[in-house]
Every structure is written in C-alpha cells, then in structure tokens.
C-alpha cells in the first residue's frame, strides 16, 4: 500500500489550498477513505471522510463549510479542497484508509 499526499504549502488567512492523494497497492474503489491531520505538539485529529463512490462526506465541525472531500476512483486519487483557511488549520494533512494504512503527509501552514 502506498499513498503520497501533495498539494500543502504557506498560505494567508483566508486563501485555499487543494491537497491530493495518490493511491496505490489496493483497490481504490473499494474503501471508504479519510484525511487526518496533526498539529505541531497535538494528537491527530480527523478531517474528513468519503465513501466508496463518494456520494457520502463527513466533516469534523471545525472544517465543516470550508472544506470539500472528493475523489476520483478512476486515477486512484483523494482530494481535500480547503478554503477560507485559518491559521488553526496549520497542520501536517494525512489520507488515510480504513486498514490503517497513512502517507507521509503534506504540510499545510496558515500565516500572515
């Protein structure tokens, strides 16, 4: 199993960022996937979730309204497009799968 996040980086207050995942090693189509992210000093924490054909989504409150979860099953990629980001969503983003398999994370850093 292989996933590689990508799409983090330094952003103002206010501006988005849309992060991607590339998956591989499993069947993509066939599990519900999540984003996971971890602030410096803090415990993960879930972001977001999708289901197999992605026509279900789910948001922690703190991301609900301005992030948007998605994936496509024919290029085997999970996204996450955050907007109206705000500086307490500096983090290192996570895809996660349902087995417990993790990326190496993307950083995403919200500042003036």
């Known amino acids: 199993v292989q996933l590689v996040e990508s ?6 207050p206010g501006g988005s ?5 590339a998956a591989s090693g499993f069947t993509f189509s066939s ?6 992210r971890q602030a410096p000093g803090k415990g993960p924490e879930w972001v977001s979730a999708i289901n197999t054909g992605g026509g ?9 309204g301005r992030f948007t979860i998605s994936r496509d099953n024919a290029k085997n990629t999970l996204y996450l497009q955050m ?6 969503d ?5 895809c996660a799968t349902p087995f417990g398999s993790w990326g190496q994370g993307t950083q995403v850093t919200v500042s003036s």
């Open 17 to 21: 960022l849309r992060l991607s995942c």
């Open 83 to 88: 907007n109206s980001l705000k500086p307490e």
């Open 31 to 36: 599990y519900d996937l999540s984003w996971v």
């Open 7 to 12: 799409g983090g980086g330094m952003v103002q």
């Open 90 to 94: 500096t983090a290192l983003y996570y």
């Open 56 to 64: 279900s989504t789910y948001y922690a409150d703190s991301v609900k």
